[in-house]
């Protein structure tokens, strides 16, 4: 493809991705497609000479997008919102352009020093503690997401529990971890990816509110203790996925440091919110932290992926993640004065994935931000008010920030239609979850055109597809 | 931002990029900056109003550009190619409109399907054995790196080896793996992070061709055997980052299943070379590799990320990776006719990266594709040949593919002078490794736009600043 042709082609992407994000509505959120129905329609090899462009771009329009779910429609009420935004697609185009990797300062220094000041900005923007601060001996670095996180948090933990013999002989099997039962299933797939094991994390169980009991906590590990394990790592959640349940972070960080483990709390959605001050109670106790994260990928208008992993004592991490061949070492690196953010993550490479979040928050600027976050729990409230003036529904947990959880009052076999039928129907999308072993359907606002119209109008379809009561 | 300054402003960024990537011979290849210069020109928060595009972008090309290595130069021969080229550039900005999810098959079908039948076509295309193929037990996936694929298949394994005991009861700690001593650190980055630990992978030695010596493997297993460990795990590389170095995969695969061992095998960079039929030498004996890598991202035009993992049986990868909560049941997994990725891979969310891989293989076509290969291994065979023909240089290795090793016959201090006088000048880049413990010097040729002219001059350059004999 010549420049001219590129430059053709990317105007008429750029003018069908905004077409496509202003009148996201048209579709019907989720596909109708049977599996491999897709497959099908593709030919068996690539071609063998190039083609045009428009050939392959109308191929997509005919082809793929009718298989595609439109995540980015104000419709979009399912799973968690992973909005996007204007600047943020400017930031990937520019990153995807400069092809830069970003694996050691030295291989592009203003790929490290631009992420790492743009995650000082948001300690500072969120209130989060100034021990993650790179100032100090912590700091921040983008993960791909929360899941990543959990398992660099986790390998940390296991790292300063064996006094780093864990990394050179292989994890101790005595080593036990910590999280609630209504924690994210990543911490679950981090106990068995780390090789600590999934039955040496113990789920703790949670009080009314699904959130997590620190004297329940507190238990678990003096027991595991007194049988001669290791506790080494405690994952607490600001919003859990299914119900937006707080676990208390200030008792559980007061039971961490009593037992010297290391406590990792996943803000992943409900982070966002501390941009506004009446949402930063969220982080109180959030001092007690050894690391913490969440993702602008969710509800931050930031593209995925882009999760924020902050540590407060960088050293640990780095100490445990890092191994120097020849062929990365440099004279930058050596003299230790610089960040070299691959022995903050899993992979070696790494885009210029702070670019997007720079844009976005110079973009929007801080009172717009505000003033979109705000409007979506002010959207949740709403909703959560009319689910509580129908007879037929009940909420299913405290509605809190961007999601109601609610249920028709009948049994699991309605619900589970009720969605379904929303699904087929297509108009809006929602998901669930179970909450008290029963079936509960989960309105989660966050899309980046959502709007009160929006939300107002899943309801009346909500209504209009319940059935009356029995 | 409003659609209409988006398009205005993604119509500049477009034309920047195709400006940049045309004229990257302007700027010097390695920024010279001290750490920190970069961030001390950046405000301490960010803005309470939003600001206009066109100033954010001004401080980008003001404050961030100078700090930048540019990758895409056709003066770039460091590290690994990491080119890209303008269908990837589309495909990764189409996905960034886009901003769907493919975690699971339900929630974009078509990002699924697309990933497994491009995966498929490369599996055709580069001639990799048919388990690798979808339609039988095994098949392909995306990862962001050749680090988390080593990761996934060293969890996969020992998940085996274990019969499932691992990711349940956490690592046994008998389990050994086996790397040659040239492999990439990613290999024992894996160790230390899935707790099989680093002191349990054993570096085998290589031959005088840096390739691993298969009896010496053989004989590092049946004494692992002997002493009651229970190895579980090789990765075999096809072109080593140091030298290009081909391990004997056949042999290798032979020892491997006489002792029930998974072998994964890393083509990170040569991988791309088989789209040539005379370089699908390189993938025999692959019919014995449990999984194997290759990286799009490197040499096949394609932005980072895209790496391209394939398993022969994904039913252990699975096992050993799913774990499934409520909130992310339905229907089409429990019928069990579609891949849910989510489980091929580490974390949860994955962008639509098949995308940008579709667009290249159909925008190039295999044709373009061979030629570009051809005459990047025709530019290293030239380099070596003027390497061969001053007498003050040597080759430090067999140059092969796209790489040649070279070195100033003098001492080690003499060619790292020479290295940094190089990048200091910054007309090219190249880096360094150590071979047979002497410094030496790295030609990577694979940029998207070098040629034999771009090669002339680095070599004339080289020359110039190089020394001679004392």
């Given at each position: 493809m010549r420049s001219e042709e590129f430059r053709r082609a990317a105007g008429a992407v750029v003018d069908w991705i905004a077409d496509y994000l202003e009148h996201a509505e048209r579709y019907p959120v989720a596909p109708r497609v049977a599996p491999g129905e897709i497959r099908a329609q593709l030919p068996p090899a690539p071609p063998e000479a190039g083609e045009e462009f428009a050939a392959i771009f109308a191929d997509f329009e005919r082809l793929l997008l009718p298989g595609l779910m439109h995540w980015q429609s104000p419709n979009f009420f399912g799973y968690f919102p992973s909005n996007n935004s204007y600047p943020s697609i400017l930031g990937e185009l520019l990153s995807a352009g400069l092809g830069v990797q970003g694996m050691l300062w030295a291989t592009s220094p203003a790929c490290t020093e631009l992420e790492t000041h743009v995650l000082d900005w948001l300690v500072d923007l969120l209130a989060l503690p100034r021990r993650f601060h790179s100032s100090g001996a912590g700091g921040g670095v983008i993960q791909d997401s929360a899941s990543s996180s959990a398992v660099c948090a986790m390998i940390a933990a296991c790292h300063r529990a064996s006094e780093g013999r864990a990394a050179r002989e292989g994890l101790d099997r005595r080593l036990t971890a910590y999280t609630s039962s209504q924690a994210h299933s990543s911490i679950i797939k981090a106990a068995r990816l780390t090789g600590l094991g999934e039955e040496n994390l113990r789920l703790i169980d949670v009080d009314a509110q699904f959130a997590?009991?620190?004297e329940s906590l507190d238990a678990a590990i003096s027991a595991d203790r007194a049988a001669g394990k290791t506790p080494a790592f405690v994952a607490a959640t600001i919003g859990t996925t299914s119900s937006m349940a707080i676990d208390p972070i200030a008792e559980i960080g007061r039971v961490c440091r009593r037992y010297g483990v290391w406590l990792h709390v996943d803000a992943a959605m409900a982070g966002t919110a501390a941009v506004c001050p009446e949402y930063q109670y969220l982080n109180e106790g959030l001092d007690a932290a050894d690391s913490y994260c969440f993702n602008p990928h969710k509800w931050m208008f930031t593209n995925f992926d882009c999760d924020c992993f902050y540590v407060a004592d960088r050293s640990v991490l780095i100490d445990a993640m890092s191994v120097t061949p020849e062929y990365l070492r440099n004279r930058a690196s050596e003299?230790?004065?610089?960040?070299?953010?691959?022995?903050?993550?899993?992979?070696?490479?790494?885009?210029?994935?702070?670019?997007?979040?720079?844009?976005?928050?110079?973009?929007f600027g801080i009172g717009e931000l505000r003033r979109r976050i705000r409007a979506h729990v002010e959207c949740a409230r709403q909703f959560a008010d009319w689910v509580r003036a129908d007879p037929r529904f009940e909420l299913a947990a405290p509605p809190r920030l961007n999601l109601v959880c609610f249920r028709h009052r009948s049994d699991d076999e309605t619900n589970r239609r009720l969605l379904e039928s929303l699904q087929q129907d297509g108009r809006i999308f929602l998901s669930h979850t179970r909450l008290n072993n029963r079936y509960v359907l989960r309105m989660s606002i966050g899309q980046t055109r959502t709007?009160?119209?929006?939300?107002?109008?899943?309801?009346?379809?909500?209504?209009?597809?319940a059935p009356p009561m029995a």
């Open positions: 997590l009991r620190p003299g230790g004065e610089v960040f070299d953010y691959r022995d903050w993550q899993i992979p070696l490479g790494r885009r210029f994935r702070a670019l997007k979040l720079w844009f976005v928050l110079r973009s709007t009160i119209e929006h939300v107002r109008a899943a309801w009346s379809l909500i209504q209009e597809f």
